[in-house]
């Protein structure tokens, strides 16, 4: 029988080709997974260590307490302030994060690039790179923080430190703790620790660090992995319909070897050996082609994004063992259904070859089971979008939407020829014959026909659910983004009004649309201590920015960061009245916090109670919409140095580039799973062509042409991959639909389910496309086939 293995191998090895590259594939995906994981955790954990190099102990997040006594004691606090920052010339920005440097020589854990580190309050060092993109040098003398906690610091150094830990701008330790909202990250010591507290050993500390970075990693890995085994569903099911093939045209093989003297359990061992052959190769090339794919992967990303946190890729043994013996136990699984289906025909019926197989569609039993495994999930689902817990009704989802897809493959036996046949029906208006030809070759075996479908089904309901699921998140996040930063660009004053110069330059700049001058007064706030200063502004008419800008009589519209200048909870301060105070006049007006960019508004008629000569406090500039918003502000930063600039059009631009970048990578990812499943329809209708040999003879000695028959197989694989389509569009977007109600209406209530038409088409147009290019060589090969050789077929 090793012999007939190996002519088997080679004689069928065509045959086998689309089970290959489904195994190689999935393999592959896995390997490059783990490829890119490393990558990111060696790029996170580089210079972990670093201020931790002279500590004999560390804890984790620790109390008030515990920071004070330990740093009383000559130990140090990692920590960090988000601070405004602003040169002499110009603003930096209203919230840069700002770290912590020693002025003790062992707790200087950044690495010096040029300069010294300071040696005593009122001087700072700064990132090499922060310094570069901000213009800052050594000697200049930079502000940070804002009223009376605000520090003058001068810079002395230009460091570089590990990403995980780095900051742009660093004080010294006793500046810093001044500020009310630090964030300590961790505690040091030189000494001994208190385990009460949760100290623990520097070495134990970064374990537990790293530990949580992995898991943090890992839930990237794990999702890419969910997509990995999709590919290996997918393949399952080519691999199975591979096989079918195979059988139908080795039933005289088959039978010829049982008449020759050998036994079931010999013939049944020597498939099975072809199958753990093909399993083997294929998974041995998919992890050959894993491992240049990953290092290939990694290194493009480090050549296009310098800043890319990758570090060097470092394959792990489980990770390969395990993705190996998955492709081969993928593969043998997959076999395994049709090779028993095979030994329990005798020698006599091997010999037909069109009886060989059931043909026979759906049970009343199977239906029945597939309506209530449907109707279940479906149920499962609606009651989850109830559910007031967030992150229970997500995967209260998850299951709805498992059970449901179960449901419907249960019933694709039943519901894919239907629904092949009715579309059948409409295309013979337009196609003619071969269309009904198709239709009723589709539904010859339901069974196949369904399963060849479902591994289309999988990839396209994936695919729209992800475009359906993502385009309601983008709606609703741009639009989120629009009510928090609905100016492109603003020049903002916070102590004296600009030039009136300013906004006919800012009109001169290429890429500005257009410039407004928003009228404002310089107020104060009364409160129960000293008056704080406040720039107010009110917003003028007219389209310069993304949506209306009306104030309400009576309110002012103010961002938590300057709320928290003069109340105590800024985020709990909507609705708390204050008093304005332009002069000797007064206004009082109610809170309205929410995250906007530059200053408090008011409404014009506020802005008059205040004052009877408004000054332009403000400049707000509408940009081109093919603007670089980055360049634009550059361009505008110079025109009044003194004014705070905020980018809107580029907070809006860098979170509309997280959504694109994370859109492709998924649908990247699952057209791995949409081609495994074409070439499933490939395979399907090589068995169509094989089996009914006899059929398509006879039908062109009754006249059908070639080109006729050529259409017929073209417009089969357009149905089924039309159909699977179809279905796959309306389960993702009713997927997508939960997911969304939970997970976005949870984070954003006002955001609306949205359907990318145009999207949801090009997939249902693309997978028709792809079934008319998968069924070129089974079509040749049918027509290649005379009438009269075709006759003589058994």
Known sequence: MRTVLFASLRTYARRYAAAVVAVVAAVALIVVTNALTSATKSGLFAGIDAPFQNAVGAVDLPSDEVTDKYVEKGGWALALSMQPVR?????????????????????QWQDLEEGRFPTRAGEAVVDANAAKTNKVAIGDTLKVGSGATAVETTVVGLVDAPSMWSSPIYVTGPELQGWEDQYVQAVMTAGTGDKDDGWLSTDDYLTELQTQLNKEVDVVAYMVLIFAFIALFVSVLVITNTFSILFAQRMRDFALLRAMGATKRQVLRSVRREALALGLLASLLGLVGGVLLGWGIVALVRQLAETAPLGDVAY?????????????LTTLVASWLPTRRLMRLSPLAALRPQEGFDVRGAGLFRIGLGLVVALAGTATIFVAVGWDDAQTGMLIVLLGCGVTFIGV????P???PGLVRLAGSALAVVAGSPAKLAAANAGRNPKRTAATAASLLVGVTLTTGVLTGMATIRGATLDEMAEQHPIDIALQSESKPLADSVVGDAKSVPGVADAVAVPGAMASVRTDGKPVPLPVVAPPGGDIALQDMTVKPGTM??????AAAFVED????SGEKVTLVVGDRTATVTLDVR????APQISAATLRTLTEDPQTYAVWVRADAGADPEDLAGALGVIAPDAELTNGKGQRAWVELQLDVFTWAVIGLLAISVLIALA?????LGLSVLERGREHALLRALGLTRRQLRRTLAAEAVLLSAVAALVGTALGVFFAWGGSEILVGDMLPDATFELPVLQLVAVVVAAGLAGLVSCVAPSKRATKVSPAEGLALD
């Not at 519209?557 to 300057?562: M, N, Q, Y």
């Not at 995250?595 to 530059?598: A, F």
């Open 87 to 107: 040169t002499d010339e110009t603003m930096l920005g209203q919230d840069i994060m700002v770290g912590a440097v020693s002025t003790e020589k062992r707790w």
């Open 316 to 328: 792990e043994w489980p990770w390969l063992v395990g993705a190996f013996v998955l492709g081969v």
């Open 409 to 412: 493959m249960l019933l694709g």
């Open 414 to 416: 039943a519901l894919v």
């Open 557 to 562: 519209v103010i961002s938590p960061v300057a």
């Open 570 to 573: 800024a985020f709990e301060a």
């Open 595 to 598: 995250e906007i960019d530059g």
């Open 680 to 684: 499933g329809i490939a395979n399907t």
